[in-house]
């Protein structure tokens, strides 16, 4: 069970992805909501009117560069804070280093099996919903 009420900004632009992502926080947790943006501009709107606990970024989302988003965040005073966590299908790692560099928080490889992203995504939600933020 969640601490406190989790609000999640979501960069994906696939449907199927945040069905997936949906279904497999309803199914564990009952207090969170969940901010969708389908682009990294889109999200820095949001982010400028809206407290948000955790960032999931798509690494393949499109009109965005993931690294402009991150530095953009994490050089604003008032973001810096909010962690952010890559969600990626692809298992080209050569650069993961780099984004940990800028200040990602996490790097996620989303499993093919239901059951391991399920896991992999509710043991990340837990833990943040967990931390507290002194602003």
Known sequence: MLRKKLKILL???DKIEIIKLNRTISKKFSDYEISLSKNGSEALTILDNN???IILIDLNTPDTNV???ILTVKNNPKLKHIPIIILTASTNDKHIKGYYKLGIAGYLLKSLKYEDYEIKINTILKYWSLNEFIL
């Open 67 to 69: 690294i402009d988003f």
């Open 51 to 53: 407290f948000t606990d």
């Open 11 to 13: 960069i994906e632009d």
